[in-house]
Every structure is written in structure tokens, then in C-alpha cells.
């Protein structure tokens, strides 16, 4: 087994690696917005997982190497909608209008699915919601 998985990591660990430098992170954003147009939220995606982790290693290295101002991700999801000009009834794929207006209040919290969905409608990192 260890052999085998060897084998494979050889190869995987070109791209599933933590990210060190610039060059790494634009090569591993590159993968995940190709992964992204061919995944969408299609959670079922034999890459779903793959799409997951890697999007984890972008969020560690943006922490890291572009600091956000400590803005929540209600504050976050506030000033897309405004520039949008959507209201809560407009986000339907975060529940009902009620439910995100308890979002953007801060009283219900993003979950994992929700803040993919929103990442990929507004294309931003998803690291911004957290």
C-alpha cells in the first residue's frame, strides 16, 4: 500500500502541496478555477473533495500573504450585495429571504456550502467569508 500511495503522491504532490511562494499559488489558482468551471457545485464530482482541499491551501496562503482588514463574512456578503444591488430575496441558493437576512445580521453563520455558492456567484476567494 505505502508503495502505491508513493507512486501516486509523486505525482499529486505537484499540485496538492502547501503553498510557499507566489509562482505555487498562481499555478494551484489556476487548477481550482479550471476545477470550478468543470465542478461548478456539483458535490457529487468524483474532484469535489480535490477541489476542497485545494481551495483550503489558496485561503492559508491568502491569509498568510494578503491580509484581510478583520472584516466579518456577513460584512462581506453586505457590501457584494449592495454593489450588486440584490436584496435577500435575490440569494435564494442561501435559503429564504428571512434566513438571509439572519445571515447578514449575523444571528445564522455561512456554512461550507453556502459561502462555495457565494465565492463562485461573486468570484472571489472563499477565504474572504471567513
Request: hydrophobic share 40%.
Amino acid at each position: 500500500m505505502i508503495a502505491s500511495l508513493s507512486s501516486l503522491w509523486s505525482n499529486l504532490s505537484k499540485i496538492l502541496t502547501v503553498l510557499h511562494t507566489e509562482v505555487q499559488y498562481q499555478r494551484a489558482l489556476k487548477i481550482f478555477d479550471g476545477l470550478v468551471e468543470v465542478i461548478g457545485d456539483n458535490h457529487t464530482h468524483p474532484l469535489s473533495s480535490f477541489m476542497e482541499i485545494l481551495a483550503m491551501l489558496l485561503a492559508n496562503y491568502e491569509r498568510e500573504h494578503y491580509p484581510m482588514p478583520n472584516i466579518s463574512g456577513e460584512e462581506i456578503l453586505q457590501f457584494l450585495m449592495e454593489q450588486n444591488a440584490l436584496t435577500p430575496k435575490d440569494l435564494p441558493e442561501l435559503g429564504n429571504p428571512s434566513e438571509v437576512f439572519e445571515l447578514l445580521t449575523g444571528k445564522r453563520l455561512l456554512n461550507t456550502q453556502q459561502v462555495r455558492t457565494l465565492s463562485e456567484r461573486f468570484q472571489v476567494s472563499p477565504a474572504l467569508f471567513f
